[in-house]
């Protein structure tokens, strides 16, 4: 990816958080980076097609439990398009549990600045456990986020 500016790299500081949040279980941290009152949509393929998108607002996405069992999802080649306090990132990623790939697919995270700091408005992603090969996991180059993870990457 070429040289990033100053804002373009704050955009991806928070968008590296987020699966890390996510993934740990960390509400504090997801809420520091994600609006309570925006939105995802998701989908899930089968045998190459997309699925029904699921819809919900952010705030009831993966809530941990007492037994949440942490997992890594890293996204690289991230393309970021930024326009005064609108941002948009567009990544593959790739998630694994133990090690294990489980799915891959495509991160589209739109981001809002307000009073000074980047947050996560809504995201699209879809989870497509038999697009790994065609997305490029097994070569994917510069993985972000490299650190914070509760789960061995499984390196």
């Known amino acids: ?88 990132v567009w990544s593959r990623y790739v998630l694994t549990d133990n090690g294990a790939i489980v799915h891959c697919g495509i991160n589209a995270l739109q981001l809002t600045k307000l009073q000074g700091a980047w947050k996560i408005h809504s995201a699209l992603y879809s989870m497509e456990p038999d697009a790994c090969d065609q997305l490029g996991a097994k070569t994917a180059q510069d993985l972000r986020p490299r650190d914070g993870w509760r789960e061995t990457r499984g390196e």
């Open 1 to 88: 990816m070429a040289d990033l500016s100053l804002e373009e790299e704050a955009v991806l500081k928070v968008v590296d958080s987020f699966p890390i949040a996510v993934s740990n279980g960390d509400r504090e941290l997801q809420k520091s980076v994600a609006l309570a009152d925006g939105g995802l949509a998701i989908y899930r393929a089968k045998d190459g097609f997309p699925g029904p998108i699921r819809r919900m607002p952010a705030s009831d996405f993966q809530k941990p439990t007492p037994n949440h069992d942490p997992f890594v999802e890293m996204h690289w080649a991230p393309r970021v398009d930024l326009r005064g306090s609108f941002a948009q």
